[in-house]
């Protein structure tokens, strides 16, 4: 299985763990991932570590949509991966939600699901550089000849020679977007998968498999969910302190009537919960909402506690339908044992 390293977005400060990334490029991990919300941007950090990495995948989980036009997306991917000496960069893209969407980029929400379509058409058309840039899409169109257009916009193909091989990854959760992700994309960041959700996906999957047609199959589809991994002797305080995380994803990441997250947590199989979660979250009730947030949800989608119960517990992740993990991780110990469960270096178990 393969193993990604997950850095995030920023706190208030900006500042990058070059030593673990290093350290898990040693270990053979095979990508180190960035994100964005509404501070550090996803790309930035990427253009600095493929300056002081060699060989690991460079990927966004995720760029937002909103953020930057499709055409800016291929060029930034297209940028990074050349400086890093091509075939590293993946770029992850995915939607994020109404309330950053609207109120963070000033973007219509629009319909998602024919945006992402459109967007990641638009990606690769840049990226292959066969014409001038064209798309009559239902959510983009370009040229653009809307509201306040000129009508003198030209057809252009990319200056830069671009990797036309960049893959393109999805972040998506709903089942008509998990389809398309399936069809359209080269793999897929799913949102709070864990061990035994495969019954649920595989269906959408095979549906956008086939509607992709050419013989496109599951083995042409790299499936990576986020993992957090602690090594451990005390389980409950561990588990505690991914709650805040929990409760401000699924309390307060969106709107009331569209939160994402909370339907995940319901798809999961804890709905009351999720429902709790949110009313406390929204009633300014944080401390409420942290608390109510089940032990059992959060160990679930986590690798927690001594090496030999993160070793048990990794077996159903090798059966889980992913083909790789993305691990939130920060115990050198925790990068080594991860590298020698899934065999990422000699020794390895």
Request: one cysteine or more; aromatic letters at 8%.
């Amino acid at each position: 299985m393969k193993l990604g390293l997950m850095l995030g977005y920023s706190g208030a400060e900006m500042s990058l763990p070059v030593d673990q990334v290093r350290r898990a490029e040693a270990l053979g991990f095979d990508s180190v991932w960035t994100a964005e919300a509404y501070g550090s941007d996803a790309t930035s950090p990427l253009a600095y570590l493929a300056a002081v990495t060699e060989r690991v995948r460079l990927g966004t989980a995720i760029m937002q949509l909103a953020g930057r036009t499709p055409a800016m997306a291929a060029m930034q991917a297209a940028t990074i991966d050349a400086l890093a000496g091509g075939d590293r960069f993946i770029a992850g893209v995915g939607v994020s939600g109404p309330q950053i969407v609207e109120g963070w980029y000033g973007e219509p929400w629009g319909r998602p699901y024919w945006r992402i379509r459109d967007y990641v058409q638009i990606m690769r058309k840049v990226l292959a550089r066969e014409e001038g840039l064209v798309h009559e899409g239902r959510e983009i169109s370009l040229p653009y000849r809307g509201e306040g257009a000129m009508g003198v916009g030209k057809p252009l193909k990319s200056i830069l020679h671009m990797n036309p091989r960049i893959p393109i990854w999805l972040g998506t959760g709903t089942e008509s977007n998990v389809k398309m992700t399936a069809e359209i994309a080269d793999g897929w960041l799913p949102l709070s998968f864990v061990p035994g959700m495969m019954d649920l996906y595989r269906p959408w999957l095979e549906e956008g498999l086939r509607r992709a047609g050419g013989g496109k199959s599951l083995a042409d589809l790299e499936i990576q969910p986020m993992v957090s991994v602690v090594v451990t002797d005390r389980i409950e305080e561990a588990i505690a302190r991914l709650k805040p995380g929990v409760a401000l994803y699924v309390g307060g990441m969106g709107h009331k009537n569209k939160n994402f997250h909370k339907d995940m947590m319901v798809r999961r199989g804890f709905g009351d919960a999720a429902e709790r979660i949110q009313e406390l979250y929204l009633a300014g009730r944080k401390g409420e909402a942290i608390a109510a947030v089940p032990d059992e949800f959060c160990d679930e989608g986590a690798l927690i506690g001594p090496a030999q119960r993160i070793r048990e517990r990794y077996r159903s992740w090798e059966g889980s339908g992913a083909t790789g993990l993305t691990l939130v991780c920060h115990q050198p110990e925790a990068l080594e044992l991860m590298a020698d469960l899934a065999g990422t270096r000699e020794g390895g178990a």
